[in-house]
């Protein structure tokens, strides 16, 4: 299957510090996308990078593709409590691009 | 900010009851999407949706599943006689022609008793 699988599974990191998590996929893509879920909330889309782009930034994000080894990461720097939920990435497949998520990172920033 | 509007949040039904999840895609958004996430499991795609038909679908969307978009701004799914299993939140997602992010809903919770 296409679908991403992240590293590690759940994080918890201090207020301030910076959080990375991993992601590797399986197949070719054209793009790969990384989305936050608040608990028992619905997906908001972070930031999407295109198989030809190595790294992208938006505002805190940091993202890097790399196609050789089939794995991306997300960095968030400075986290904020706020920043406290799941991350899937996720990649488009099939004619209509559905998504393909992976089973996420549980992210908790401590206090 | 436009965004995907899902009702209800939260419907319960007994097992073997029909039920419609409703959701109203952002207004200029062609493709449409229907996904599902198992309590503690990873969300699952079940449905796209376009041109008035449906374009791909899942393993899990069966026969008992059905979707529709019966005017010009709901897409709904249809659970013709639900199963305990079924229970899970269900997401709705629009986007654009030729563009590749989804926009997501808030999820109906279906519990099935």
């Known amino acids: 299957s296409q679908q991403g699988e992240e590293d590690p599974q759940a994080l918890s990191i201090q207020e301030g510090e910076n959080a990375t998590m991993n992601c590797s996929y399986k197949?070719?893509?054209?793009?790969l996308q990384w989305y936050r879920q608040n608990s028992g909330r619905g997906l908001v889309h972070l930031i999407l990078i295109r198989s030809n782009e190595r790294e992208k930034h938006s505002g805190r994000l940091r993202v890097t593709l790399d196609t050789s080894k089939k794995s991306s990461s997300l960095l968030i720097t400075a986290s904020r409590a706020a920043d406290t939920a799941s991350y899937f990435c996720a990649t488009a497949a099939g004619r209509d691009d559905k998504i393909i998520f992976g089973k996420g990172t549980r992210l908790h920033i401590l206090p | 900010e436009p965004e995907v509007t899902q009702t209800p949040s939260h419907q319960v039904t007994q097992m073997g009851q029909e039920v419609i999840l409703r959701c109203v895609p952002i207004s200029n958004h062609l493709y449409f999407y229907w996904y599902r996430q198992i309590l503690g499991q990873k969300v699952e795609f079940l449905v796209s949706f376009y041109n008035n038909e449906i374009s791909e679908k899942s393993e899990i969307f069966d026969d008992q599943f059905s979707v529709e978009r019966p005017d010009g701004s709901n897409f709904t799914l249809k659970i013709r006689s639900t199963k305990l299993e079924d229970s899970a939140m269900y997401f709705c997602?629009?986007?654009?022609?030729?563009?590749?992010?989804?926009?997501f809903g808030a999820g109906t919770r279906l519990s099935v008793l």
């Open positions: 197949t070719s893509i054209n793009n």
């Open positions: 997602a629009s986007r654009e022609w030729a563009k590749n992010i989804q926009y």
